[in-house]
């Protein structure tokens, strides 16, 4: 019985010593983080139409891509065999210039949330949740919250009984919808959990500003296990609503976040990582390519 006991209490001491030991490393790595460039740059021409800048806001590393839709691809493509893909592999197989993560997934890959792809629906909206939808036209961009209603047709929970979505290549859901029509809108009818509107994680979301034009943002930052683990970096989701006005986003839609959050610029990834895992495979992912590339 006592050697039981010694066992536990040194089972006990061990897990305490790997918790503090993992947050040690994540105390330096974020420590390290800060050292990198944390000044707002001015944006960089990657391709014609295609702009980069690096970006600082209540004191968080965030990453903007613009895009002017008359001169570059917006596609949304599939990890390899539906299942999970890093995004610099994809965007490498796909010879993007930008690739960014899209939606909520489960582990075996399959969208957590609506889902549409040339044009066949993957996922269909189930939730009432924030979605984008769009074609190859710079004007087709559409943001809205999808949900089925009780007869399992898809309806608005904004728009009119126009079937947007039904003419569109693309719809990737998210959650929630941060702006629309130039008004912050209020996540409560989209039912995410509280804790994941206000604790400070990592952000990745994408907008349309005043000037028609596309931008992906990813803020750098943690997730769950880095936040429980004492490491607390990001936004809340009222700070990110606040960024992307800044920004001129007249209609803005948050997407997958935590570790998921990635940005891969002419192949590489800019942003940092919330923890040691490195870049996560997701589910799917937002690409652009510009128009004139040969």
Known sequence: MLDNIQIKDISYYQSKIALIFCSLLLFLLAGCSTLQQ???????????????????????????????????????????????????????RENADIAINAGYFLKDG??????????????????????????????????????????????????????????????????????????????????VLESFLTRRYARTAVCMDNQNKFLLVVVEGGDWLSWNLGFRNGLTMNELTDYLKTQNCVHALNLDGGKSSTMVVQGKVVNSQPHFFGERPVSDVITVRCDSKK
């Open 110 to 191: 399959t969208p957590a949330g609506a889902f549409k792809h040339h044009p066949h629906w993957i996922q269909k909206p189930k939730k009432n949740r924030g979605v984008i939808g769009w074609t190859k036209r710079a004007d087709s961009f559409k943001f809205d919250r999808l949900k089925r209603d009780n007869k399992g047709h898809i309806v608005s929970d904004l728009q009119d009984k126009s079937l947007w979505w039904e003419k569109q290549m693309y719809v990737v859901g998210g959650a929630p919808l941060l702006i629309y029509n130039g008004e912050a809108l209020d996540p409560a009818p989209e039912a």
């Open 38 to 92: 944390n000044t707002p740059s001015e944006p960089e021409t990657i391709e014609n139409g295609i702009y980069f800048k690096r970006d600082s806001y209540l004191g968080k590393r965030i990453f903007v891509v613009k895009v002017d839709p008359d001169k570059a691809t917006v596609s949304s493509v599939r990890a390899a065999a539906n299942g999970l893909e890093k995004p610099s592999v994809i965007a490498q």
